[in-house]
């Protein structure tokens, strides 16, 4: 046995062992203590093998150019004419002798060298086989890539409700500080950086690989990769690039930067299997019109910088809108007519929520500004550098055009609740950030992953097949369809014992009714028990909503209970009179986190007491229809400070 086999040997006691289908079926959970353990030393596993690895290559490398340098005519020619020096009334009449047989060798090696597989013994097909191939010579050392979360107990197999509530989508990548904190609330980010790329992206079994423009440019640790003067960085991104590759995962290039900042990175766009423009898409949590002052400004801002390397017919509109240089005075010390829109610069990433909220009509440099301004309430012309036209805000072709839309829009007045949620559910549906990663995940065709925060279940409780059918048609209808529902039987059947043949005979009506469900890839199913908690209790969403099969709610009803929560970042969504996009105290809970409907849950009317976020959503009066016509829907937050997107 070989120095490398026993290596390779030893490393295999690292390797956790695996639970057994057959204990997973009996409903076993695995111990997280034991099988995080088993997952550290799997770490230490892939560590000891990465190094050796390493090691291989290095060794390699070392022999390659100790037998390259044996064999080389430079070296022959020098040991002959030394051997000669040393004995020259010997090795000088054979000297020329000499010369001519390493001429003959040579040529005839040359000549053969085309045939075969050009290596002299199978030591050196094997050392160039590990130089060539990465995962050669070290067994397990992607072992870690098949979790999909790091850090979890184990995966979502091993689980005893078969389900795992964080196994949602895992980015890693060339990405900002500003985008992963955008992504966080939404799924897993892993920031690469230049010196720890690859062992980050091999243990953190990340499902795309995004490269950000903005992360490319001055200032990052990126910055430069494309520059001949900075090969290093570019080297390394091409590695980043074909490790991904290796691994199976799909490498999108994000651009939402200017290309004339970014002049070496057209090999980008080739080298991954997507190019996309734009952004990651608008984080409600941030951007939202929860907590708007009662007095905005009313003077039309420009929240950005005047570049001067944008586009003549750019700098054109901007000049006569708002000069060529920022306000310094009143109108008459600089001479010139008042301008229509204040240049108030590009706010920090911190800051930029609040500074929107805070004025009523905005001039957009662009399209992702301005959705992220029209959904904290203000009224909105532009974008004015990009040729897009963006859902809710008024085109400008030039500054005439401009100039009068953002006197239509002081006109205005400040845009009521109805128009800015109306605003608030297309951007949740088509442009918010969940929404834009799904996006970016069926352009490389990885399978859906599910949205922790927008997976919910529909709780309600039914008397026969008949209220189940018409349960079914209507949860369909919604536009925001949910992850499962849940029933329990009501009336009669509820206190029926369950293992009678009326009662099973019942519950299998009721199941086929709730086929129809299933077929569009909804979870359905008839819950053992009775009651809100029976059905709780079965539900693996973290958020559940309360049905009434007797209500006919709007096709609208769960998404804007979802939109106003993924807002909000609440605990619960219910009804509260009088209130609509404000925290408050009490509620009657239309979706709330699930563990809230479970048996040994807090009592409603302690929620807010025990720190939970109350939050209240009154539903437009469009789709106020039917019995819940003459309540408004609450959605439950905590204190306003705190649940209010920072």
């Known amino acids: 046995m070989t120095d490398n086999e026993s290596a390779d040997l030893a490393l295999t006691v690292y390797a956790p062992s695996e639970p057994d289908e057959a204990d997973l079926a009996d409903g076993d959970a695995v111990d997280p203590g034991s099988a995080a353990h088993g997952i550290a030393l799997a770490a230490e596993r892939d560590q000891l093998a990465r190094a050796l690895r390493d090691t291989h290559r290095q060794l ?4 390659s150019q100790l037998m390259a340098m044996k064999r080389s005519a430079t070296m022959e020619l020098g040991q002959a004419i030394v051997a000669a020096a040393k004995r020259p009334w010997i090795g000088g009449p054979r ?17 053969a060298g ?53 196994d949602g989508l895992v980015v890693a990548g060339v990405l900002t500080d500003a985008s992963c904190a955008a992504l966080a609330p939404d799924v897993t980010a892993e920031q690469l950086l230049p010196h720890d790329a690859a062992f980050v992206l091999e243990g953190s079994g990340a499902d795309l690989v995004l490269i950000e423009a903005a992360a490319l440019l001055p200032g990052g640790a990126w910055a430069h990769a494309g520059d001949p003067a900075a090969t290093d960085r570019g080297r390394r991104l091409a ?66 910088h005047r570049d001067p390397r944008e586009g003549p017919a750019v700098k054109r509109m901007l000049d006569e809108l708002t000069g060529s240089e920022p306000d310094s005075g009143p109108a008459s010390a600089r001479g010139d007519r008042a301008r229509p829109v204040r240049v108030i610069g590009e706010p920090s990433w911190r800051a930029a929520p609040g500074l929107y909220r805070q004025h009523a009509v905005f001039l957009a440099a662009t399209a992702a500004q301005a959705r992220e301004q029209l959904a904290c309430g203000a009224r909105v012309v532009g974008p004015v550098t990009e040729d897009t036209q963006v859902s809710g805000a008024a085109a400008a072709a030039e500054a005439g055009e401009a100039a009068r839309q953002l006197a239509a829009a002081i006109a205005g007045g400040h845009r009521d609740m109805s128009e800015i949620k109306a605003t608030l559910l297309e951007l949740f549906e088509a442009h918010a950030t969940p929404a834009r990663l799904a996006e970016l995940a069926r352009l490389v065709e990885l399978p859906p992953r599910p949205v922790p925060g927008r997976r919910v279940a529909v709780l309600a409780g039914v008397r026969d097949a008949a209220a189940a059918g018409r349960l079914a048609t209507r949860v369909l209808g919604q536009r925001l369809r949910p992850h499962e529902v849940r029933v329990w039987l009501e009336g009669d ?35 053992t028990g009775a009651g809100l908690a029976a059905a709780a209790r079965a539900a693996v969403s973290p958020w559940s909503a309360e049905w009434d099969p007797q209500v006919a709610y709007p096709d609208s009803y769960l998404l804007e209970l979802m939109c106003a929560l993924e807002c909000s970042r609440a605990d619960a969504v219910g009804p509260a009179a ?9 509620l009657d809970p239309a979706v709330a986190r699930t563990d809230l409907f479970r048996d040994g849950a807090p009592p409603r009317s302690s929620w807010a007491r025990r720190g939970l976020r109350l939050f209240a959503i009154a539903l437009t009066a469009d789709d106020a229809a039917g019995p819940a016509a003459s309540t408004a829907v609450s959605v439950v937050a905590g204190t306003a400070a705190s649940a209010v997107a920072e």
């Open 60 to 63: 390699a490398t070392a022999e």
């Open 95 to 111: 000297l020329p002798k000499h010369l001519y047989r390493m001429w003959r060798e040579r040529r005839a090696g040359r000549a």
């Open 114 to 166: 085309g045939a075969g597989n050009g290596f002299r013994s199978a030591d050196e097909e094997r050392w160039a086989r590990i130089l060539l191939d990465a995962g050669a010579g070290a067994a397990g050392d992607r072992f870690l890539a098949a979790y999909t979360v790091p850090g979890l107990a184990w995966s979502a197999a091993a689980r005893a409700e078969g389900q795992d509530m964080a």
């Open 239 to 304: 590695d980043l690039i074909d490790l991904a590759h290796a691994l199976g995962k799909p490498v999108i290039f994000l651009r939402n930067a200017p290309s004339y900042l970014m002049p070496y990175l057209d090999w980008l766009g080739t080298s991954c299997d997507a190019e996309v423009e734009g952004g990651l898409g608008v984080q409600l949590a941030r951007f939202n019109p929860i907590d708007l002052p009662a007095a905005r400004g009313a003077v039309p801002v420009y929240a950005g």
């Open 493 to 527: 059947m509820a206190l029926a014992d369950p293992d009678n043949t009326a009662s099973r005979a019942a519950r299998e009506q009721v199941g086929g009714a709730l086929a129809a469900l299933t077929a569009e890839g909804i979870v359905a199913g008839v819950v």
């Open 578 to 586: 009088g209130a609509d996009y404000v925290f408050t105290d009490v």
